[in-house]
């Protein structure tokens, strides 16, 4: 060929192949950065009162408690402390990091329900015209009682998201704003997390992992699980109950749920003898998972607003000290044997007659020995 005929033809430039778009666990190949300088501080949603956080940002956690105790209550107070900068619970400091937009999605509740609720946990976190306005603003609520809103469910025995997590996914991004979202409230787990995340370890991890890149939409919020717990944690008294206990022992179902979650908070019913009526059922929050942070520093006893729908609120020092005393007063009585028994330990350990029982039940002692 010659230089005319190259002249004249038409120079075709074939471009290099792309290189396929890395997905899965290849999105997320990184070399390791050992930085000279220390990484920025940890930043938070809520911080106890010495300073420590509790909450950490960007972060999953369970909420779980017994149906009636109060975490609904307790989420909808936790929303306006978000976007207000008030104090949760009396106890509980937001700081200016932790302020933001707010989504409660409340899969149990209707449209009227939620306005009822939000303006008592308003009137009892006594916000000003100014701060119900930001409310207003910074919270999205998505009323969902009859709905099916499930975010995870299964395919030919496969795990997967359902199209209600990536439009929801979508939307949190679209709705961002410019300062972001800083929570996510999820309220229960088993409206969104499909038929066998209670009872599956696998499904429970899908759920996780689902709910995870919630945190990943602008802002970086903290998504809040609100869960029921477990059978054996509801009955009894939150005084006798182990303040150490694992936290896989507090929610219902899979291990799977627990393990995910970075923090894991519990609120649980302890009735009292000292005769007044917002000190007789009190609700104790406790942390009994804080991956992140220090532990809680003491369980937290709150009592319920009656004017306010039962709102929670933090007791004062004096109420607290009371309720301590209390505690002994009934360990106490608790550990003196039954009059039966007595009787039984008077006629050298032979069982007590039909008739003793029946006297002792008729004078509020114990049937049982």
Known sequence: ???????DEELVVIPKPAEPAKTGILAAWKRLVLADAEPPPRRWLLRQRNGNGIVPLGKVGLFAAAGGVGKTMASLQLALAVATGKDWLGEF?????????????????DEEEVSRRMFYCARAMGLTPEERRLACERIVVLPLAGMHVSLTGALDAEKIETAEAESLLAQLRTEAGEEGWRLVVLDPLARFAGPDAEKDNAAATRFVETVERFCSVPGNPTVLVVHHSAQHARGG?????????????????ATGLTDGARFVLTLQNERTTIGEPELERLAILRAPKTNLSPPLVDEVMLRRHAAN??????????????VLDDRKKRASKSEQPSSVAKKRASKGGKPASKSEQQSSVANGGSSYG
């Open 237 to 253: 008294d939150a005084s006798q109950a182990d303040p150490n206990a694992d936290a896989s022992q507090m929610a219902r179902g």
């Open 1 to 7: 060929m010659t230089d005319k005929q190259l002249d």
């Open 93 to 109: 400091k937001v700081p200016a990091e932790g302020q933001g937009r707010v989504l409660l999605a409340l899969g149990e509740e």
């Open 309 to 322: 729908m039962g709102a929670l609120i933090a007791l004062d020092e004096p109420d607290r000290g009371r």
